[in-house]
């Protein structure tokens, strides 16, 4: 009885047009996989591992706890930690605001308190040495970004790449699914337009979550923001 009371009000407070069951073929449960959230204004990212939850946001908040067990009602997921709760609602196409892209769940989040709403979906894990290569940069937070002087390269535990105006390089190295720049150096050049070059430095001198999106481009991101690159 319990599960049905809790699975009706995430149907009800999730979603404020019609709910639906997952799809035939649908994204998977989320417990015991990787799975990934996110929001804008302020920009906040959560993500789950199959052991805990991870919340962080762009006003330096962070909150870890182990994963509760997935109660998994008629529209989606849910997930009551201590500090933050997890409500998904799968088959509800959902776009982030800042991207054509579209994520398979809208979710809300609720960190003492303080509620988020935002996109999310199933991530697969990163593993040491899959993120080398070059890499086109797509968006620094939530600016778009193309052209040849957006680009990064991962390679031999060493980074170089540009986000529009000077050149930038350092070392780099991969724990689980984080990758820690720096020192990162930079030529002082200085251009018209310096907003995602300033914004990737603030994402660079912070540890970074890694995650895969479904179409394989890769996703660095922490509490000050993201950056998006593909192959």
């Given at each position: 009885m319990r599960l049905a009371i809790l699975a009706t009000a995430a149907a009800v407070t999730l979603s404020g047009c019609e709910t639906?069951?997952?799809?035939?073929?649908?994204?998977?449960?989320v417990a015991g996989a990787s799975y990934r959230?996110?929001?804008?204004?302020?920009?906040?990212?959560?993500t789950l591992d199959g052991r805990q939850m991870v919340f962080s946001n762009a006003d330096g908040m962070r909150v870890a706890e182990?994963?509760?067990?997935?109660?998994?009602?008629?529209?989606?997921?849910?997930?009551?930690?201590?500090?933050?709760?997890?409500?998904?609602v799968h088959g509800q196409r959902c776009s982030d605001g800042?991207?054509?892209?579209?994520?398979?769940?809208?979710?809300?989040?609720?960190?003492?308190?303080?509620?988020?709403?935002?996109?999310?979906?199933?991530?697969?894990?990163?593993?040491?040495?899959?993120?080398?290569?070059?890499?086109?940069?797509?968006?620094?937070?939530?600016?778009?970004v193309s052209g040849d002087s957006y680009k990064l390269s991962l390679a031999g535990g060493r980074l170089?790449?540009?986000?529009?105006?000077?050149?930038?390089?350092?070392?780099y190295r991969i724990e689980r699914q984080t990758?820690?720049?720096?020192?990162?150096?930079?030529?002082?050049?200085?251009?018209?337009?310096?907003?995602?070059?300033?914004?990737?430095?603030?994402?660079?001198?912070?540890?970074?979550q890694i995650a895969w999106t479904t179409s394989g481009n890769l996703i660095l991101s922490n509490a000050a923001g993201e950056i998006r690159l593909a192959r």
């Open positions: 639906m069951m997952p799809p035939p073929g649908g994204p998977p449960p959230a996110s929001g804008t204004e302020p920009f906040w990212g959560l182990p994963q509760p067990r997935a109660i998994h009602g008629f529209a989606g997921d849910i997930y009551q930690g201590r500090r933050i709760n997890l409500n998904i800042m991207s054509d892209r579209t994520y398979p769940d809208k979710v809300q989040v609720s960190v003492d308190g303080r509620r988020f709403e935002g996109c999310g979906g199933p991530v697969e894990t990163a593993q040491s040495g899959t993120v080398e290569g070059d890499w086109n940069v797509l968006a620094v937070g939530r600016q778009l170089s790449g540009q986000f529009g105006c000077n050149r930038m390089s350092g070392p990758l820690v720049a720096g020192p990162v150096v930079a030529t002082r050049m200085a251009c018209p337009d310096m907003r995602a070059e300033t914004a990737a430095s603030q994402i660079l001198a912070q540890p970074m």
